[in-house]
């Protein structure tokens, strides 16, 4: 971290979390000391993580459920791989379908540009100027 950088939000909440390095623990400390309101903050932030300590603390202690449990979860993807192969399936037939349409279809925008063409100079002909 930059030695000479204010001491941010981050900073402080690292600090409550004891996730600071030694050296920054101590400028923050010192920043502390020199800023009341700061300070303040900083007390509340401890009062508020004891108090969610206290009321989820029996809840963090409980065996995490099986059906959360990443080995369960991870057991649950390999079973949905059925669904994936469909997902592929279908794309790969609508791609299919998309290329044989275009395929059938190519020739029908060369005829329609061929028959403006064909009214446009029977248009100037029949109109144009005359003798």
């Not at 600071?20 to 309101?37: D, I, M």
């Not at 592929?88 to 403006?116: E, F, I, K, N, Y």
């Amino acid at each position: 971290m930059g030695a000479d950088r204010p001491i941010s939000e981050n900073d402080l909440h690292a600090y409550v979390d004891n996730a600071l390095s030694p050296g920054w623990r101590a400028k923050v400390e010192q920043w502390l000391a020199r800023n009341p309101a700061g300070a303040g903050r900083v007390e509340r932030f401890l009062e508020l993580r004891a108090a969610l300590r206290q009321a989820l603390g029996p809840i963090a202690e409980q065996p995490i459920p099986a059906q959360l449990d990443m080995i369960h979860l991870l057991a649950g993807r390999h079973r949905s791989g059925v669904g994936l192969r469909r997902a592929v399936a279908a794309a790969c037939l609508c791609l299919g379908l998309g290329c044989g349409a275009g395929w059938a279809l190519r020739g029908l925008t060369d005829a329609a540009s061929c028959d403006l063409v064909a009214v446009t100079r029977d248009a100037a002909v029949a109109f144009g100027p005359q003798p």
